[in-house]
Nanobody
Framework: QVQLVESGGGLVQAGGSLRISCVAS????????MGWYRQVAGKQRELVAS???????TYADSVKGRVTISRDITKTTVALQMNSLKPEDTAVYYC??????????WGKGTLVTVSS
């Protein structure tokens, strides 16, 4: 079992920046990757960025060049630095982790609102 707690969401003006973080606890040695997803009401949850234990990163095309995902393995945390935010970035952002054998866990989410 892995528990994930997100923090850092809030209200920001378009063009601004925000950093959201996630802390994992529990069976942390089973984690093989962590990532951030976002979801808008009425739409599917989508991948924003992910990072493997080896440091390989993946970004959605919509955020490339504007966001950076990082992970502190020793502290079992993952952060998403978001710059040049747009109103369409408004969503609930969820921290996720994948364990060995494909088991996934999710945090409760943190709301990011970007005003125009």
């Amino acid at each position: 079992q892995v528990q994930l707690v997100e923090s850092g969401g809030g209200l920001v003006q378009a063009g601004g920046s925000l950093r959201i973080s996630c802390v994992a606890s529990g069976s942390i040695f089973s984690i093989i990757s962590m990532g951030w997803y976002r979801q808008v009401a009425g739409k599917q949850r989508e991948l924003v960025a992910s990072i493997t234990n080896g440091g390989s990163t993946t970004y959605a095309d919509s955020v490339k060049g504007r966001v950076t995902i990082s992970r502190d393995i020793t502290k079992t945390t993952v952060a998403l630095q978001m710059n040049s935010l747009k109103p369409e970035d408004t969503a609930v952002y969820y921290c996720s982790t994948r364990l060995r054998y494909g088991m996934d866990y999710w945090g409760k989410g943190t709301l990011v609102t970007v005003s125009s």
